[in-house]
């Protein structure tokens, strides 16, 4: 995918498409989520990151691919493999190493004030909301 698709009420994209080499993807700004903040990182092989903090917003980790050590400000460190995720309150000291071989990929979504709860609707003769079959 070498573009954002925009259609009605949604948006499709790559993070290929929102940047090149080791970085931030601005996903938030490329599709146009507005109810939290959300970005990708590509992180080169032993590329670490400066210690940062929020005001008010927790962070979610989610590591897509290659592996990667937090550091907390407890100064506890924990190795985090694709498919790991980590969640850090605002308050707290990070920092994050790639300790793999390749580069690593993040996605990184932070908010604040709490889950939404259960909301969704099954569309049309699907009760439960997923594919037909389901």
Do not use: C, W
Not at 1 to 16: F, W
Not at 49 to 62: N, P, R, S
Not at 80 to 103: E, F, K
């Amino acid at each position: 995918m070498a573009e954002v698709t925009h259609g009605e009420g949604y948006a499709v994209s790559h993070i290929d498409a929102m940047g090149d080499g080791p970085g931030f993807r601005k996903v938030r700004q490329e599709l146009g989520v507005t109810a939290f903040g959300i970005n990708a990182i590509v992180m080169p092989p032993g590329y670490s990151t400066g210690e940062h903090y929020h005001d008010e917003q927790e962070e979610t980790y989610f590591v897509h691919d290659g592996e990667v050590e937090f550091r907390f400000g407890d100064g506890t460190t924990h190795v985090v493999s694709a498919g790991g995720i980590a969640r850090v309150d605002a308050a707290t000291h990070r920092g994050m190493r790639n300790v793999g071989q390749d580069n690593a990929v993040l996605l990184v979504a932070g908010g604040k004030d709490g889950y939404v709860g259960r909301d969704g609707q099954a569309v049309g003769d699907n009760p439960r909301g997923g594919p037909p079959g389901s």
